[in-house]
């Protein structure tokens, strides 16, 4: 099983950056993917962005493309996503998630970004 747990969540002007950290325990030898999502009130959660944990390959949803960064680093269980340009749509709870290669995931308790106008 995995534990994770979100930081950096918060409140920002639009326009301005924020940095989201999730910190990772456990099994981890079994996960092969880590990411975050976001979940906006009344709409489904979707993906903001990925990364491998084998290979430097990463993959983000459409509207974060250019202006969100995920990071990892191994040695330190943990994975970052660097947000710049911060939009009031990007306004949602973040949830960091570990997937295992059988397909299992794990979730984080969720962190709250809001982003003013």
């Known amino acids: 099983q995995v534990h994770l747990v979100e930081s950096g969540g918060g409140l920002v002007q639009a326009g301005g950056p924020l940095r989201l950290s999730c910190a990772a325990s456990g099994s981890m030898f079994r996960v092969v993917v880590m990411g975050w999502y976001r979940q906006a009130p009344g709409k489904q959660r979707e993906l903001v962005a990925l990364?491998?944990?084998?290979?430097?390959?990463?993959a983000s949803g459409d509207s974060m493309k250019g202006r969100f960064t995920i990071s990892r680093d191994n040695a330190k269980n943990t994975v970052d996503l660097q947000m710049n340009s911060l939009r009031p749509e990007d306004t949602a709870v973040y949830y960091c998630n570990a997937r295992t290669r059988s397909g299992a995931d794990s979730w984080g308790q969720g962190t709250q970004v809001t982003v003013s106008s």
């Open positions: 990364i491998s944990t084998a290979a430097p390959s990463t």
